[in-house]
């Protein structure tokens, strides 16, 4: 086999998603792609592994590094939660209640 006959595989890294919890004040998560909204009781976050939503009391950035994907938020932690395509009616929360 010579060099034009090999297959060429794009190189496809998929970023690492973690989350660290501080005593439910303060999270940090990794492998986020962008944040689509956030107040202070909701963030909706789209990671690597989907969507997902936290929820919470006096919730604020504390720090985002869109280029490694890093986002902190600290607050009164209540709920981390991960929505599928079928679901994502439920992330819109406190928007939709707002606006019907």
């Known amino acids: 086999m010579n060099y034009y006959e090999k297959e060429t595989q794009p190189l496809v890294t ?13 999270v940090e998560i990794s492998g986020v792609k962008e944040v689509d909204s956030f107040d202070n009781e909701e963030f ?10 936290v929820r919470g ?6 720090n985002l590094d869109v280029s490694e994907g890093l986002v902190s938020i600290k607050g009164k932690i209540y709920e981390l939660s991960y929505v599928d395509e079928q679901h994502q009616e439920k992330a819109k929360g406190f928007f939709s209640k707002l606006f019907r």
């Open 14 to 26: 998929q970023q690492e998603h973690s989350l660290k919890i501080n005593n439910r004040k303060s």
């Open 57 to 62: 009391q006096n919730l604020q950035l504390k």
């Open 44 to 53: 909706l976050l789209e990671t690597v592994m989907g969507f997902l939503i």
